[in-house]
């Protein structure tokens, strides 16, 4: 199926690994014009910028930090100038915070642990919001998609409730600007990831656990990298008129009783 993506102008954020890297690729072969940022993997970027190439699409690759705004404002002016316009923007960076603040406990967290954590994954997408939505209002067919995770709604001990409550705080932005930029025919949902494998294996969690982990889901199955990449072109298709304020669960399903 012709998805309407050719010569179409897309920006994915964080687009050197994991969901990003799949979703620019994927992006690639329906022949669109991918720009793609990194933080601190130029290299790794510059990579996957060749895979798009190679896959039929057009790559661009710039610096984008969640916790400096003054670096999402000129990777969006910089994607905006070099395509003409933008169409679809993907918000999949991420930032897991300080390694040495994560804490077990809530009572034991840091202020400055939890403010670095919300301001760069919550205020960090409102920022990157604030500055394509000139260029979305003005496309034929802008899209936005913010990646969360299924954290936001079913939680996690061992110190996830700061990245979480980040996470959740973009449905309720999803909400609103899908009534903001909704108003210009921009649609605006949210993607859940869970458990997400990369080629069928997962960089922490061993085959055999896995496994037990795959079957204790209902839908037998946990997504590739690659399933999650389907279900944002689905919602940034041209083709896709009438999704809006949505969030998509790509989970597995839910999780049975033990």
Do not use: C
């Not at 798009?52 to 057009?58: D, F, L, N, R, V």
């Not at 954290?151 to 999803?174: I, N």
């Not at 990831?193 to 079957?215: C, K, Q, S, Y």
């Not at 298709?237 to 304020?245: C, D, I, L, N, Y």
């Amino acid at each position: 199926m012709d998805l309407g993506f050719k010569d179409v102008a897309v920006l994915v954020t964080g687009g050197s690994s994991g969901i990003g890297r799949a979703t620019a690729i994927a992006y690639g072969r329906e022949s669109a014009r991918v720009a793609i940022t990194y933080n601190s993997r130029k290299d790794a970027a510059e990579a996957v910028a060749e895979e798009i190439e190679q896959a039929g699409g057009t790559a661009y690759v710039v610096p984008l930090d969640l916790n400096a705004p003054e670096t999402i404002a000129a990777a969006v002016a910089s994607t905006v100038d070099r395509w003409g316009g933008l169409d679809a923007v993907v918000a999949n960076a991420v930032d897991w915070g300080p390694p040495d603040g994560r804490t077990e406990r809530i009572e034991d967290a840091t202020p400055e642990w939890w403010t670095a954590i919300v301001r760069a994954n919550l205020e960090g997408n409102m920022h990157l919001a604030q500055q394509v939505a000139p260029a979305l209002r003005r496309s034929a067919h802008g899209r936005l998609v913010l990646v969360s995770t299924d954290l936001a709604e079913r939680g996690m001990g061992g110190g996830a409730w700061a990245y979480g409550a980040a996470k959740a705080g973009l449905h309720g932005l999803a909400a609103s600007l899908q009534h903001d930029l909704g108003a210009d025919g921009v649609l605006v949902n949210v993607v859940l990831p869970g458990i997400t494998l990369e080629n069928g294996v997962h960089r922490m969690i061993p085959r055999e656990a896995l496994d037990r982990v795959t079957a204790g889901f209902t839908a037998r199955h946990l997504p590739d990298v690659g399933e999650l990449a389907d279900a944002i072109l689905y919602l940034t298709s041209p083709r896709t008129k009438a999704v809006q304020g949505q969030l998509l669960r790509v989970t597995g399903g839910d999780l049975m009783p033990a």
